[in-house]
């Protein structure tokens, strides 16, 4: 006897625009093959499923292609950051250190 499907969700968010869409996929059915199920690319334009980081409940999947699906999980499709968030870090910490400098100077 064949296995139900089982219904997930994909999510992918813009600043200004969010979607969510529901599946039923295949028991067996992988994050990277929901994603690209999901018909979200045609939604935004630019949008590398292929290639995108994905997670489940905002935890970071390390192996999209091999992490099955269980009934109920959304699937997550991050953006590209814009900053190295260690190097905002960085420059954070050296313009407090230079302003506590010239403070000390003063």
Do not use: C, W
């Not at 200004?16 to 939604?43: C, F, I, N, W, Y």
Request: avoid cysteine; glycine fraction near 6%.
């Amino acid at each position: 006897m064949a296995e139900a499907a089982i219904v997930i969700e994909v999510v992918y968010a813009l600043a200004h625009k969010q979607k969510l869409v529901s599946l039923t996929v295949a028991p067996g059915t992988t994050a990277r093959q929901a994603v690209l199920q999901s018909g979200l690319a045609a939604e935004f334009a630019g949008l590398d499923l292929q290639n995108s980081h994905l997670g489940i409940f905002g935890k970071v999947l390390p192996k999209p292609e091999e992490r099955v699906l269980q009934a109920g999980e959304r699937v997550e499709i991050y953006r590209p950051l814009l900053a190295d968030p260690k190097e905002v870090r960085k420059q954070r910490a050296a313009k407090a250190a230079l302003a506590k400098a010239q403070e000390a100077a003063s």
